[in-house]
């Protein structure tokens, strides 16, 4: 606990009730957008735009049938998976600027709601740097998550491409699965962008609350299904 709100609330009112009722703070969705078109996009679009190399070594091995035809497409496989390695740095970066973002808009709203609630100014008694292992292991989760879907589509991809040799399919039933492949991909990662923009709201709401020392609160329900 870094300052006790209770304190503070009862000694700036003098209160008889012994409720508070904030308002929810809601992360917008454009926040997981912003997530996903930084972060998770690049990574499909690299397995997207490599599917066409992938697919015509594809048709240059099942046309030669050559047994060198597997390594050489799990080579270029390889090639683009190292590109992914290589861009990994920036992918972290983003992460934080996200996160950072995220976590400065989050902390004005918390601010607003006990100025609401309460009438208190908490003004500059919070900082970015209050909830600084709470940002490292967002950061570290989305960049075990980016590595998670990369590794999907890669195997899909390599599924579709090795079960093709194997089978003999044409060309364009390899090109149909790899592009639900990377479809399947796609849609996993607006998944997990929506998740991570709530989760990360969710602990920085606890990460607060600790901080003002509540250490008592009831939820009030959404009426979602879910």
Known sequence: MRYSLASMWRRARNPRRREVVFRP????????????ASVYAPVIRIWTEAATAILAEYERSLAEITTDAAPDIGARI???????????????????????????????????????????DLGTMLGPGDVRTTLEAVIERNVGLVKSVSAEARTRIGESVYRGLRERKPAREVAKEIREATGMARRRALRIAAHQNTALASELQDERRRQAGIETWEWVHSDKTN
């Not at 703070?25 to 996903?36: E, M, N, R």
Request: hydrophobic fraction near 45%.
């Open 78 to 120: 390889d090639m683009v998976e190292r590109d992914l390695l290589s861009v990994l740095v920036t992918l972290r970066g983003r992460i934080g600027e996200w996160s950072r973002i995220v976590e400065s808009w989050h902390r004005r709203a918390w601010k607003q709601r006990v100025l609401s609630a309460t009438g208190i």
């Open 25 to 36: 703070i809601v992360v917008p969705s454009t926040k997981a957008s912003d997530l996903y």
